[in-house]
């Protein structure tokens, strides 16, 4: 695999049968192969054809990463295979709910900077916060780092979906 | 969709409805308490035959051997828990090779799914990495189109092993039966025909080479008989020359003078320097596995490379390829030779008059050479023994089958046995599975009941399934079984002396059973060679036996296999036998880790 050396980041869609055992094959297949899961999503889509979506979010080379594709593309209840990060821009979003704990000033901190990251507060005490907050990974990161030395405690995150930007579909 | 009746019959009798509309006229199997309703159903008809295994890896073994020889699926039986983990080893050595397989598991009734029930045993989730695909049929309604699809995905496109797992009250309750469907699968469609403009590329860069090779693999036999004419027919109209994998031995006729023979670690010196020269490579149904490629970084530095494969993940896995041609071997090659003929691109005929030159005198060089002592007394060399089975059977002229266990004899049986025919040999390559050989020969036999069937096989390697002489002789299968005794589990003796200092642990088999009364005792009959003037009368009594033979060979204890291409080498790094010198580089740190 000489001349194949720079890394990147893949956003890959899976359309699936919506069938038992599917989510088990997938992650095998990474596990066993030993490529890397960044982010996993999946959940039904398109309700009357007994389908599901998963969206994976992976890193590697070039190579590795056609190799992955080709791979999710032969397991048998795979309908389509989608690499969003190569066929064109794409939007990627993730759902976070971030607990703070936190007392005094830090408070009004912490409201301040949910604010400009549009995270809203879906359960309060005196001495905590919860957002939720949807975005970009980044953004989500990005907001998480500010949070940190404000007392975040907790965090549980959806992973990500995607999909294409304008009128192209998987 | 498929049709479904209403008639409802017990789950049992509409597998087996299934199963005959499928084509299948044998299982191998053996029972247990899950499939006791299956055992009952077919015990009360006669369009499928049971064959009666001694052990569930040799059951799945058989049908590869029989799969392998027919080009038709093999067809297992196991019972639920133990029947089904002894059946993994066989799953996983038809995965790697790409043997068509359906296995039928028993398995607890659904209720008990999931409780530690009395020999449950989770076989989708065990097999899952084991399987091309697995069913757990849950409802009896789909029962029916399972079995049907199950062996359309064994089948197709790249062919594998298929699990089926059947809950005991799924086989006894009534369910409906349907007919295999007409419309496509609804997500699993192989690509079976080349793109035209990948097959235009191809010619155009076959046109051009001066230093051309053709590298064929197993790939061309999955894709039956016709595939291998066509491939012949594209060596010959080409007149480049052609090497192959130990699993594509007999696509292309050993005897054409185009043939290299076979390549990789154990490959002749004119087909690995012809592939480290090659200025462009056709690989057709080869994989670029790591026993053929050596050191990636050094294969074939100057080549462009077109790959023919029908499973895109097998392209630009390893190696990267110029051309990329997706699709059926046969209807690739069949595309190629009409695009060779419609280009009227000149040949660099010059050129190619050159390289064969190059290639003859690296033919010259006889790497297979090895020097028998014929005097009575003297000691067998396992390569002659193996090349006057192989003249004594051609000169017999009947249909002959070789299988294989795994080691040196292995090898040396690629090496020196000569195939004309596809379909004629079945190793176990991929997984490299010791105790493969005699099983699959009991499974082609069954399948040609009047052919030669022999397994070549090492002392150590038949211990692993000698159970199943006990099958041979219950079904009256003459297979032979040719032992290459070398009291030595020899491929890891091998790699002992040259990797490991000589410190041959643990590679020696203290205790060996006396073979010839081994078979006896399983009503077979026995025969031994100690020194070269008994070799020949062996071989020949062997033939003109029509029952199940032993022969038990006493070869050269410390024989090596060469040439050698140590891991972690390149092709120009082969190391030679003790009649060459060798340009070996030897083992290097990073070579060492490598299997
Ligand atoms: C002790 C030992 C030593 C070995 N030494 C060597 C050695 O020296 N040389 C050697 O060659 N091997 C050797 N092997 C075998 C090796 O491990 C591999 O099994 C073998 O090289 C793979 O062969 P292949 O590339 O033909 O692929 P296969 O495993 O036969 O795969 C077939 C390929 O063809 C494709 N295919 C399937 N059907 C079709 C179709 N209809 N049309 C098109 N493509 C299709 C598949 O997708 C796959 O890519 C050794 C094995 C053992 C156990
Ligand atoms: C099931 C299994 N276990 C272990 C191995 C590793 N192995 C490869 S060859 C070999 C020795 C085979 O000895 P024998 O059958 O006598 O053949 P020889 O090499 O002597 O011809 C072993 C142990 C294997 N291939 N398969
Ligand atoms: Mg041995």
Redesign the interface.
Known sequence: MANDTGFRSATISVLVDNESGVLARVIGLFSGRGYNIDSLTVAPVEDGRGRSRINVVTSGTEMVIEQIKAQLDRLVPVHRVADLSKEGPHLAREMALIKILCAGERRAEALRLADAFRARVVDATTESFVFEMTGNPDKLDAFLDLMRPLGLAEVSRTGVAAIARGTRVI | MAMTTSEMRPGAEVLLRALKEQGVEVIFGYPGGAVLPIYDAIFQQNAIRHVLVRHEQAAVHAAEGYARSTGKVGVVLVTSGPGATNAVTGLVDALMDSIPIVCLTGQVPTHLIGNDAFQEADT??IT??AT??NY?VRKSEDLARVVHEAFY?ARS??PGPVVIDLPKDIVINPAPYAAPATAPH???RPVLDPAPDAIAKAVDLLKGAKRPIIYTGGGVINAGPAAAAMLTRLVRETGFPCTSTLMGLGACPASDPHFLGMLGMHGTVEANLAMHGCDVMLAVGARFDDRVTGR??AFSPQAKKIHIDI???S????V?VEVAIVGDAGRALSALLDAWARNTKPQDRPALAAWWREIEAWRGRDCLRYTQATAPGAIIKPQHAIRRLYEITRDLGRETFITTEVGQHQMWAAQHFRFERPNHWMTSGGLGTMGYGLPAAMGVQIAHPEALVIDIAGEASILMNIQEMSTLSQYRLPVKVFILNNQYMGMVRQWQELLHGGRYAESYTAALPDFVRLAESFHAVGLRARTIEELDPVIHEMLATDRAVIADIAVDQAENCFPMIPSGAAHNEMILGPEHESEAAGITDEGLVLV
């Open positions: 989708t989730g899952r990495p091309k695909h757990l995905v496109g790249r609804r997500s699993y990636l970084a499973d895109p993940s392209i630009n896995k390893n990267a």
